[in-house]
């Protein structure tokens, strides 16, 4: 099974045309928080990249903004490439399949 659940706030976004579809792609943060050695609170950011077109499932692409507080469910996408300088890297992206804007709790995903 491939699905992965993310709530988080958005980073960059840019939406595009593809045909008769719009495709947004932005950045989501989510954060885990946990208490370190010392017994402070630490809190730990990861950036997720997202992509979603529009669709069943989806709500109005234009109105994601940064910021904005998003749940996000989908499937994990990785692609390899040749870089610049001839090494070879590995992407990882969430094709999403729902999207709902600052749900306390999240919506059914699907997959």
């Keep these: 099974m491939?699905?992965?659940?993310?709530?988080?706030?958005?980073?960059?976004i840019r939406i595009t045309d593809?045909?008769?579809?719009?495709?947004?792609?932005?950045?989501?943060a989510t954060n885990f928080i946990y208490k370190g050695r010392d017994g402070d609170a630490?809190?730990?950011t990861t950036w997720h990249n997202i992509?979603?077109?529009?669709?069943?499932?989806m709500p109005?692409?234009?109105?994601?903004?940064?910021?904005?507080?998003?749940?996000?469910?989908?499937?994990?996408?990785?692609?390899?490439y040749?870089?610049?300088?001839g090494s070879e890297r590995t992407s990882y992206e969430v094709v999403a399949n729902?999207?709902?804007f600052g749900s306390p709790e999240p919506v059914q995903c699907g997959i």
């Design 51 to 57: 992509v979603a077109w529009d669709g069943r499932g």
């Design 82 to 85: 040749t870089a610049a300088d």
């Design 60 to 80: 109005d692409l234009t109105k994601i903004g940064k910021g904005t507080p998003l749940y996000v469910c989908g499937r994990l996408r990785s692609s390899k």
């Design 2 to 12: 491939n699905r992965i659940e993310l709530k988080g706030n958005v980073g960059n």
């Design 18 to 28: 593809v045909g008769d579809s719009k495709v947004a792609r932005f950045s989501l």
């Design 98 to 100: 729902k999207i709902s």
């Design 42 to 44: 630490v809190v730990e």
